[in-house]
T-cell receptor, first 108, second 112 residues
Framework: RKEVEQDPGPFNVPEGATVAFNCTYSNSASQSFFWYRQDCRKEPKLLMSVYSSGNEDGRFTAQLNRASQYISLLIRDSKLSDSATYLCVVNDDNDMRFGAGTRLTVKP | DAGVTQSPTHLIKTRGQHVTLRCSPISGHKSVSWYQQVLGQGPQFIFQYYEKEERGRGNFPDRFSARQFPNYSSELNVNALLLGDSALYLC???????????FGPGTRLTVL
């Protein structure tokens, strides 16, 4: 079983749609959680940290369920510029573990 | 403020050679991590350094080594290159080992 699992997609959605990505992790002792986005042939860029109480940044909402070892990212009112690969990241004591990423394409 | 910088941007080597990749963290960041990313996969953790000490090591062979200097910059060394070492090598810096990491543009290594 992979340590951090994501639905690889691809997700193809129209502009304005709401889309949700899910991620599960295997290490119950994981300490911090993040979502990154990565554009083609570019480095990953931090989108947002994920807090136990859930957090929102504009159109983006992240949630963490420690009991189920599950993280989610919700994107509302999708824009063309949201097209990218979204990486779920889990920080264990000594390293950051990345999921393989979920590819999103937002179409006009 | 300058972000994380890496050099070189691209590199072509042949099997059996050695390579050194360099990374300068964001000013004030004391932790540097190295990742390998192959096409279609997420970054795979190689090393993390914090305050010049190795804090973590991923599942990579001993051909991979790294160090962090007093100014917090870092080098990743790979010996006896294999074709399978061809990848994008990413460096990321953070305030501390559990904080958000910020990535450099990467070094694209091709081994022929």
């Amino acid at each position: 079983r992979k340590e951090v699992e994501q639905d690889p997609g691809p997700f193809n959605v129209p502009e304005g749609a709401t889309v949700a990505f899910n991620c599960t992790y295997s290490n119950s002792a994981s300490q911090s959680f993040f979502w990154y986005r990565q554009d083609c042939r570019k480095e990953p860029k931090l989108l947002m940290s994920v807090y136990s109480s859930g957090n929102e940044d504009g159109r983006f909402t992240a949630q963490l369920n420690r009991a189920s070892q599950y993280i989610s990212l919700l994107i509302r009112d999708s824009k063309l510029s949201d097209s990218a690969t979204y990486l779920c990241v889990v920080n264990d004591d000594n390293d950051m573990r990345f999921g393989a990423g979920t590819r999103l394409t937002v179409k006009p | 403020d300058a972000g994380v910088t890496q050099s070189p941007t691209h590199l072509i080597k042949t099997r059996g050679q050695h390579v050194t990749l360099r990374c300068s963290p964001i000013s004030g960041h004391k932790s540097v991590s190295w990742y390998q990313q192959v096409l279609g996969q997420g970054p795979q953790f190689i090393f993390q350094y914090y305050e010049k000490e190795e804090r973590g090591r991923g599942n990579f062979p001993d051909r991979f080594s790294a160090r962090q200097f007093p100014n917090y910059s870092s080098e990743l060394n790979v010996n006896a290159l294999l074709l399978g070492d061809s990848a994008l090598y990413l460096c990321a810096s953070s305030w501390g080992p559990h904080n958000e990491q910020f990535f450099g543009p990467g070094t694209r290594l091709t081994v022929l």
